[in-house]
């Protein structure tokens, strides 16, 4: 966001002592002003000023100027006015301040007005990355409550997802700003993209779920209404949890390989659109029919493990629903540990037997309790590498990358995310 910084030659000096007073705050925007003003500052190299030529202060439908500030680049305007000489004001002058009441700016054109300005500007900001065509409801409400909530608390920034610009390239762009907290609105996919970018950083990540399954969410006890997971980011509360890399890709989830990369592949965005959380229960049926079995080599600290195997999940976060990530019960989010589960099939696994697996382990996770199952195998550590004959499908945090083989490693307590201590 950036900050329009103006005076007349009789209140320069007002004005530089002015910047001078809130650098901590000002510093955090991309400061404009005319090449006229420029000169007169006592410029540091904190403060890097973006000078205009004054003719572009004319904000007319062809200036640049005015693009920014019909594209909500600017946050504020402090313009120092020399009421002695208002018979004389430029034109141009009283059309920028126009503009600035028409398109609801902050403008100051006095100190007390200014040192207003800075108070609301030293506000923490938030960039809100808000993906409208997830989930089902009626994004543009949603994004109108989400802001009512937010904004007493945050200068909330929106950035909205597109076909041209996705979640990560939004984030790269707010990560340039140097953002107090950076919020991702969306489904699992959004969050994923906004999550990965802030492994290893300080900037904390909160989290408003709109999408099917939002499953990040529900592993971490976020509310899953905008309301609930508004009041989760307003109340200040950051955890440190475990994030992974797979191949070389970042990781909050889990890693599927064989069955679950096969079903969310065939639970295409189509398919969510009309079913809903259901598009990955029918396709999940669909592949009991598909899935054959695999030979798998599990190394850990360098012992290989080998295994028959129809399904494997690598999880670093996962909520009960995550049923094939449920071979220990409950998979603990900032252990500094994988949790393994291998689905072990024989050649004549029938499909009701993968049902009623499924099922127990779905039971494992309601009661947090390992399975004790013969056909589920569940084994921890902080790095892995699986191998499989034939390759198989790998999917991580929903997104298919190339088949097997992977390596997986934990990186314990590198994401800052805003979440209740207890779930």
Known sequence: MKILLLAHDSLQAQLNDFIEQNESVLKRFQLLTSNINREN??????????????????????????????????????????????????????????????????????????????????????????????????????????????????????????????????????LETDPDIIIASGGDGTVSAVANLLINRDTPLGIIPRGTANAFSVALGIPTNIRGACDTIITGITRAVDSARCNGLPMILLTGIGFEAATVEKADREAKNQWGVLAYLIAGWQQLDEQQPFEAEIEIAGVIQKFQAAAITVANAAPPTSVLAQGGGQVIFDDGLLDITIGVAGNETSKLEAIVAIADLFGSALLKTTSDRDDVVFLRAKQVKITTKPLQKVVIDGEIIDPTPVEIECLPKSLQVFAPLTI
């Open 41 to 174: 500052f006592k410029l540091t190299q904190n403060l890097p000023f973006n000078p205009l030529q004054w003719e572009e202060l004319a904000v007319d439908s062809k200036s640049d100027l005015e693009a920014q500030i019909l594209n909500q680049e600017i946050a504020g305007v402090i313009f120092l006015i020399d009421s002695a000489n208002i018979q004389n004001r430029d034109p141009k002058i009283d059309n920028l301040l126009r503009v600035c009441t028409i398109h609801n700016i902050p403008l100051a054109t006095n100190l007390a007005t200014a040192e207003l300005l800075v108070k609301y500007l030293a506000i923490p900001t938030a960039h809100l990355i808000f993906n409208p065509v997830s989930g089902q409801g009626d994004a543009q409400q949603e994004l109108k409550l989400i802001k009512q909530l937010l904004s007493p608390h945050f200068q909330v920034n929106v950035h909205l997802t597109t076909p041209e610009i996705d979640a990560a390239q939004l984030t790269t762009q707010a």
